[in-house]
Nanobody, 118 residues
Framework: HVQLVESGGGLVQAGASLRLSCAAS????????MCWFRQAPGKERESVAA???????YYADSVKGRFTISRDNAKNTVYLQMNNLNAEDTAVYYC????????????WGQGTRVTVSS
């Protein structure tokens, strides 16, 4: 099993930046594509960003140019740098590990809350 623990969320003003971290333990971290999802109150969960085991990245159009996903396999950690936050970014952010890399994560973290005030 893989356990994922997110951190770094908080309450910030529009235009601010946050860096989320996801620390992994258990099964080999480097074998998984790592993903960030978010879910706003009353909304569907949506994919935000992903990074493959080889370093390829994906971003949702809504965050492209503002968010950056990265991973440090030596530290078993994935990051999401979020810049120029706006109220639409308010959500609980979840880290996920996807062994197949086909968009169906095998493991999920508990989430970290991001609130952006305007």
């Amino acid at each position: 099993h893989v356990q994922l623990v997110e951190s770094g969320g908080g309450l910030v003003q529009a235009g601010a930046s946050l860096r989320l971290s996801c620390a992994a333990s258990g099964r080999t971290f480097s074998s998984y594509a790592m993903c960030w999802f978010r879910q706003a109150p009353g909304k569907e969960r949506e994919s935000v960003a992903a990074i493959s085991w080889s370093g390829g990245t994906y971003y949702a159009d809504s965050v492209k140019g503002r968010f950056t996903i990265s991973r440090d396999n030596a530290k078993n950690t994935v990051y999401l740098q979020m810049n120029n936050l706006n109220a639409e970014d308010t959500a609980v952010y979840y880290c996920a590990a996807d062994y197949s890399g086909q968009g169906s994560p095998d493991y999920w973290g508990q989430g970290t809350r991001v609130t952006v005030s305007s």
